[in-house]
């Protein structure tokens, strides 16, 4: 179990524009909002915590130029940390 939620991700998609892997790749895999999914997924265990998404969560650098834009000031470098750091 991970120890931040992530369900007030509303998926407002604000933070987008600020996020650098989804400028860079118009992907919602690589955008904040993408990643807090697959984090939910992970946590919720209708996903495996795998290499495969240790992979896609590991383009993110942490640069938590998200962060600062969510209205709902979401720990979200922290929670996609917890999850990275649990994937075997
Ligand atoms: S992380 Fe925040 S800004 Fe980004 S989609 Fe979720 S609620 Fe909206
Ligand atoms: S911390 Fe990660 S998800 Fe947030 S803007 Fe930076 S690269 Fe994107």
Known sequence: MLQTSTA????CAKCNPH???FISSYDELYSPRGYLHL????NSQQIAMDKN???VLS???LCKECE???PFHLPITQMILEVRHRCQ
Do not use: G, N, S
């Open 53 to 55: 998404l240790q992979e």
């Open 68 to 70: 600062t834009i969510c």
């Open 8 to 11: 007030p991700c509303v998926k």
């Open 39 to 42: 984090c939910e997924l992970a």
């Open 19 to 21: 996020c650098h892997t």
């Open 59 to 61: 383009h993110c650098d």
